[in-house]
Structure formats: structure tokens, C-alpha cells
Nanobody
Framework: LRFSCRRWGGLVQAGGSLRLPCATS????????IGWFRQAPGKERERISC????????KYGDSVKGRFTISTDSRKNTVYLQMNSLKPEDSAVYYC??????????????WGKGTEVTVSS
């Protein structure tokens, strides 16, 4: 599997929006759980969104529920994270990941390089 994710996602003011793309190759979305994670300085990595490989159901972490949306485009082989109503505490490095036949996005096996996002107050 291969991920091509931007190193720099952007600097945005609180309340603004960003969309993070992560291009992929070497696998079919349908067979994989797809997730977005983030890690802020001094904090543990947080799972923020997950697409289940079996039924394609989607879960979000409580901190982003209602504000962030994960999606995939099979034609472009790209995973997206739409982030709205951004808050300074959303500042972090964001990671896209995949896991063959995964369900809850714990124990992801393949990771993209991180994308840095900064939200100013």
C-alpha cells in the first residue's frame, strides 16, 4: 500500500474549514478499513474517524463528531477528511491509515505520512 499525503495541510482561523486529501495506491477501498487519526504535541494519537471494511459504516470520535467528515473517491483513489468549524485544539498532525478487512480502525497496519494542520484562535 502507498499513501501520498500532503505534509502541510494549512493554517486556518478558528471557525474555518479545511479538506485534507490523501492519495492512495496498491489497494481497493472496499477491502480495507480506512481511518484518520491525529496527534498533537505531547498527546497520544487519537482515532478521529473510521470506515468499517465490512459494512462501510462510519464512526467518529466525540471530539470531532458533527464537524468532520471522512469520505473516499474510488475513481481518484483518494481519502478525504473534511474539517469544519475548526478549533485551536484541532491543531495536530493528521494521519490516514488502512487495515485489510479491519472493522474498528484499531491496529491499523498501513500508514501515510502525517499532514500538519494549525488552527489559530
Amino acid at each position: 500500500l502507498r499513501f501520498s499525503c500532503r505534509r502541510w495541510g494549512g493554517l486556518v482561523q478558528a471557525g474555518g474549514s479545511l479538506r485534507l486529501p490523501c492519495a492512495t495506491s496498491g489497494f481497493t477501498f472496499d477491502d480495507y478499513a480506512i481511518g484518520w487519526f491525529r496527534q498533537a504535541p505531547g498527546k497520544e494519537r487519537e482515532r478521529i474517524s473510521c470506515i468499517n471494511s465490512y459494512d462501510r459504516s462510519i464512526k467518529y470520535g466525540d471530539s470531532v463528531k458533527g464537524r468532520f467528515t471522512i469520505s473516499t473517491d474510488s475513481r481518484k483513489n483518494t481519502v478525504y477528511l473534511q474539517m469544519n468549524s475548526l478549533k485551536p485544539e484541532d491543531s495536530a498532525v493528521y494521519y490516514c491509515a488502512a487495515d485489510f478487512l479491519g472493522t474498528d480502525c484499531y491496529g491499523m497496519t498501513d500508514w501515510g505520512k502525517g499532514t500538519e494542520v494549525t488552527v489559530s484562535s
